[in-house]
Nanobody, 123 residues
Framework: QVQLVESGGGLVQAGGSLRLSCAAS????????MGWFRQAPGKEREFVAA????????YYADSVKGRFTISRDNAKNTVFLQMNSLKPEDTAVYYC????????????????WGQGTQVTVSS
Protein backbone atom coordinates (compact mmCIF):
# COMPACT_ATOMS: atom_id res chain seq x y z
CA GLN A 1 0.00 0.00 0.00
CA VAL A 2 1.39 3.36 -1.03
CA GLN A 3 1.43 6.09 1.57
CA LEU A 4 1.32 9.68 0.35
CA VAL A 5 2.16 12.74 2.41
CA GLU A 6 1.47 16.23 1.08
CA SER A 7 3.17 19.39 2.25
CA GLY A 8 3.69 22.98 1.17
CA GLY A 9 0.24 24.43 1.62
CA GLY A 10 -0.38 27.73 3.33
CA LEU A 11 -1.76 31.24 3.07
CA VAL A 12 -0.70 33.41 0.16
CA GLN A 13 -1.90 36.61 -1.44
CA ALA A 14 -3.47 36.60 -4.87
CA GLY A 15 -0.79 36.57 -7.54
CA GLY A 16 1.60 34.67 -5.32
CA SER A 17 3.08 31.20 -5.65
CA LEU A 18 3.24 27.97 -3.68
CA ARG A 19 4.85 24.62 -4.36
CA LEU A 20 3.12 21.53 -3.05
CA SER A 21 5.02 18.31 -2.51
CA CYS A 22 3.74 14.75 -2.31
CA ALA A 23 6.16 12.22 -0.89
CA ALA A 24 5.39 8.58 -1.66
CA SER A 25 6.47 5.61 0.43
CA UNK A 26 7.63 3.72 -2.64
CA UNK A 27 8.68 4.26 -6.23
CA UNK A 28 5.85 5.65 -8.33
CA UNK A 29 7.54 6.15 -11.70
CA UNK A 30 6.56 3.26 -13.94
CA UNK A 31 4.03 2.04 -11.40
CA UNK A 32 1.51 4.78 -10.73
CA UNK A 33 0.05 7.79 -12.42
CA MET A 34 0.10 10.66 -9.96
CA GLY A 35 -2.58 13.28 -9.69
CA TRP A 36 -3.49 16.39 -7.77
CA PHE A 37 -7.09 17.11 -6.89
CA ARG A 38 -8.67 19.83 -4.80
CA GLN A 39 -11.83 20.29 -2.83
CA ALA A 40 -13.29 23.59 -1.70
CA PRO A 41 -15.94 23.80 1.05
CA GLY A 42 -19.32 22.71 -0.25
CA LYS A 43 -17.91 21.56 -3.57
CA GLU A 44 -16.99 18.23 -5.09
CA ARG A 45 -13.41 17.11 -5.41
CA GLU A 46 -12.06 18.27 -8.76
CA PHE A 47 -9.14 17.34 -10.94
CA VAL A 48 -6.21 19.75 -11.02
CA ALA A 49 -3.25 18.04 -12.70
CA ALA A 50 -1.76 14.62 -13.36
CA UNK A 51 1.38 12.99 -14.68
CA UNK A 52 1.37 9.59 -16.37
CA UNK A 53 3.20 6.72 -14.77
CA UNK A 54 5.84 6.00 -17.42
CA UNK A 55 6.13 8.62 -20.14
CA UNK A 56 5.59 11.57 -17.87
CA UNK A 57 2.78 13.03 -19.94
CA UNK A 58 1.07 15.85 -18.09
CA TYR A 59 -2.56 16.87 -17.92
CA TYR A 60 -4.18 19.99 -16.49
CA ALA A 61 -7.61 21.32 -15.73
CA ASP A 62 -8.47 24.29 -17.91
CA SER A 63 -8.75 26.47 -14.83
CA VAL A 64 -5.07 26.01 -13.95
CA LYS A 65 -3.47 25.54 -17.35
CA GLY A 66 -0.58 27.94 -17.81
CA ARG A 67 -0.37 28.66 -14.08
CA PHE A 68 0.29 25.26 -12.48
CA THR A 69 2.99 22.74 -13.31
CA ILE A 70 3.16 19.13 -12.18
CA SER A 71 6.50 17.34 -12.06
CA ARG A 72 8.15 14.40 -10.36
CA ASP A 73 11.53 13.70 -8.80
CA ASN A 74 12.11 10.02 -9.44
CA ALA A 75 15.03 9.75 -7.05
CA LYS A 76 12.97 11.09 -4.16
CA ASN A 77 9.65 9.44 -5.07
CA THR A 78 8.11 12.88 -4.87
CA VAL A 79 5.62 14.71 -7.04
CA PHE A 80 5.36 18.48 -7.06
CA LEU A 81 2.70 20.98 -7.99
CA GLN A 82 4.11 24.41 -8.69
CA MET A 83 1.31 26.94 -8.44
CA ASN A 84 1.86 30.44 -9.81
CA SER A 85 -0.44 33.44 -10.25
CA LEU A 86 -2.71 32.10 -7.56
CA LYS A 87 -6.30 33.30 -7.39
CA PRO A 88 -8.79 33.31 -4.50
CA GLU A 89 -10.77 30.64 -6.36
CA ASP A 90 -7.78 28.30 -6.01
CA THR A 91 -8.50 28.12 -2.28
CA ALA A 92 -9.12 24.49 -1.35
CA VAL A 93 -7.68 21.42 0.28
CA TYR A 94 -5.28 19.86 -2.21
CA TYR A 95 -4.89 16.11 -2.36
CA CYS A 96 -2.25 13.95 -3.96
CA UNK A 97 -3.26 10.58 -5.38
CA UNK A 98 -1.67 7.51 -6.98
CA UNK A 99 -3.39 5.17 -9.40
CA UNK A 100 -2.56 2.27 -11.68
CA UNK A 101 -5.15 2.63 -14.41
CA UNK A 102 -8.12 4.40 -15.88
CA UNK A 103 -8.53 8.01 -16.79
CA UNK A 104 -6.15 10.24 -14.84
CA UNK A 105 -8.88 12.89 -14.80
CA UNK A 106 -11.23 10.86 -12.59
CA UNK A 107 -10.86 10.51 -8.82
CA UNK A 108 -12.16 6.93 -9.10
CA UNK A 109 -9.06 5.96 -11.10
CA UNK A 110 -6.83 6.50 -8.08
CA UNK A 111 -6.17 3.88 -5.44
CA UNK A 112 -4.27 5.84 -2.81
CA TRP A 113 -4.76 9.32 -1.41
CA GLY A 114 -2.87 11.64 0.88
CA GLN A 115 -4.41 13.48 3.79
CA GLY A 116 -4.53 16.81 1.99
CA THR A 117 -2.94 20.20 2.50
CA GLN A 118 -4.81 23.50 2.80
CA VAL A 119 -4.15 26.26 0.30
CA THR A 120 -5.72 29.64 1.04
CA VAL A 121 -5.41 32.54 -1.37
CA SER A 122 -6.42 35.95 -0.05
CA SER A 123 -7.64 38.74 -2.30
Amino acid sequence: QVQLVESGGGLVQAGGSLRLSCAASERTTGNYAMGWFRQAPGKEREFVAAISRSLGNTYYADSVKGRFTISRDNAKNTVFLQMNSLKPEDTAVYYCAAGRGGSVLRPTSYDYWGQGTQVTVSS
